[in-house]
């Protein structure tokens, strides 16, 4: 399993090398900037692909980048439902979800890029705004994450910009396997 593989079926030692890798992705970046940058980072490369790349995975049993752009649209929903959690509630438990399952079960496979894109750029739109207007301190408010155990909301903004640059060099990848 790749270390950037968080399963809902991981083990303590498996998550927490997920955790330390996506932090390491991000390094000294600011979270929020990254965050407001990647829906026209997407854009910018989706726009340079013929449309039938976007439907070949990397590789066998792998996703595609249209795989990859759902996700990230779905994550977005997911993410906008713990940012508001965290602020607006005391210690809140966050369930975990499963990728693949969601992918199968919202039919990914079906997904339009575009109708992606769109969904995932107004909704972090909506989450950037938010996080640029909370007060510094509010960051520091805790949720329970179920697979993850106690986080604040900065560390989980940290996760999440790292998660987008996991998955921009992810279409990277892609891109060059598919000849992009």
């Not at 508001?84 to 992918?103: E, F, K």
């Not at 969904?119 to 207007?133: K, S, Y």
């Amino acid at each position: 399993m790749s270390v950037f593989t968080n399963p809902a079926t991981a083990t303590a030692e498996e998550t927490q090398a997920y955790i330390d890798a996506v932090l390491r992705l991000l390094g000294e970046r600011d979270p929020v900037e990254v965050l407001a940058s990647t829906p026209s980072a997407l854009r910018r490369v989706v726009s340079e692909l013929p449309e039938d790349s976007l439907t070949v995975p990397e590789a066998e049993g792998k996703w595609s980048i249209r795989h990859v752009l759902r996700h990230l649209a779905d994550s977005e929903i997911a993410w906008s439902w713990r940012l508001r959690l965290t602020l607006a509630q005391g210690r809140p438990r966050l369930t975990g979800w499963g990728q693949d399952a969601w992918a199968a079960a919202l039919l990914y496979e079906d997904a339009d890029a575009e109708e992606a894109l769109d969904a995932f750029g107004v909704l972090r739109q909506e989450n950037v705004r938010l996080l640029r207007g909370v007060p510094e301190e509010a960051l520091d408010r805790v949720a329970l994450h179920e697979e993850r155990g106690e986080e604040s909301l900065r560390l989980m903004t940290k996760l999440f910009a790292g998660h987008d640059l996991l998955h921009l060099r992810q279409i990277g990848r892609i891109r060059a396997a598919v000849g992009g």
